[in-house]
């Protein structure tokens, strides 16, 4: 960079490096869904980030964490424990460094790990994504989940502009803490409590994801209870099919169940979608990453 002073350069070969970081795996489903494997610096490990091409938009789930504390029982990243914060370059890289990063519209938190527990990264990340200085992008195309970390998500809602999708499950406090633990924490009731206090009349969105699970939560009292949990609140409901994996005690409700739960919800005044799973053949869809797989192949 001769535009540059030498001492500026000079400064910048002390303190700076250009760290961009290929995929070492890359596997391609039936569908077209891309899933990539980083390896981290320092040996820090190993992280998965999908490519979800959908006509004019391509998606882009990202990992900020390897592993996850919060271990959820039907999530596979949950069950492999947490192993370390992924810094904002080891983020930023996986936006540049898929193969189809220049066709991406859109990215979402709701790879390995919990965004909110590592949310200096994810904030630092947003602000790069978004910034004029920076990639320039909307707000409204990061989208950032979380299993409902409380404080995580005041901070996130007065410092970023950026969509959020809360992952719920069931409404039932006594039924939720059996495969979320956060709920001793961070009950639902006491995170849409929180939402309440925001509007999200805008362009910023708000979405709860609930994975239908056989006999566990998918029948009409629970319908009933997530609507007179979420009543009044301006969001939507994305059901999501369970995707299996080794050592998980669940099914996937069938098609009519899921069906009737999402027409509930509509006629009642909730926006409710059946999310189409993309990539189970590579293990890609949501709940499905763990790096540990990718690593036995």
Not at 40 to 64: H, K, M, W
Not at 109 to 117: A, I, L, N
Not at 120 to 149: F, H, N, Q, Y
């Amino acid at each position: 960079m001769t535009n540059l002073s030498k001492t500026v350069r000079g400064r910048l070969k002390e303190i700076a490096y250009i760290g961009r970081r290929v995929p070492v795996q890359c596997r391609e489903s039936a569908d077209g869904t891309k899933k990539y494997l980083f390896e981290l610096s320092e040996n820090r490990g190993f992280v998965e980030s999908v490519f979800i091409p959908d006509e004019d938009r391509a998606t882009l789930c990202v990992s900020s964490q390897v592993g996850c504390k919060m271990g959820c029982h039907f999530c596979a990243t949950g069950r492999m424990g947490f192993h370390g914060n992924l810094t904002p370059s080891d983020i930023l890289n996986q936006f540049f460094s898929v193969t189809d990063s220049h066709l991406l519209t859109n990215v979402v938190f709701m790879g390995m790990g919990e965004p909110m527990d590592n949310l200096d990264a994810v904030l630092k990340v947003c602000e790069v994504a978004t910034a004029d200085w920076g990639m320039g992008w909307s707000p409204k195309r990061i989208t950032v989940s979380t299993v409902g970390i409380v404080p995580g998500i005041r901070r996130f809602l007065e410092q970023s502009r950026c969509h959020l999708a809360v992952s719920l499950h069931n409404a039932f406090a006594d039924e939720r803490v059996q495969s979320m633990p956060v709920e001793k924490a961070y009950p639902a009731s006491s995170v849409v409590s929180l939402l309440r206090q925001y509007d999200w009349s805008g362009q910023r969105r708000l979405s709860f994801e609930y994975t239908m699970l056989k006999g566990i939560n998918d029948d009409r009292r629970h319908a009933e209870a997530l609507l007179k949990l979420l009543s009044g609140l301006e969001c939507r409901v994305n059901l999501i099919r369970f995707h299996s994996s080794k050592d998980a005690p669940y099914q996937t409700s069938d098609m009519a169940t899921i069906t009737a739960f999402r027409d509930f919800l509509n006629a009642k005044g909730v926006r409710c979608t059946l999310r189409a799973s993309r990539g189970e053949d590579i293990e890609a869809a949501c709940g499905l990453l763990a790096t540990q797989r990718a690593l036995d192949e």
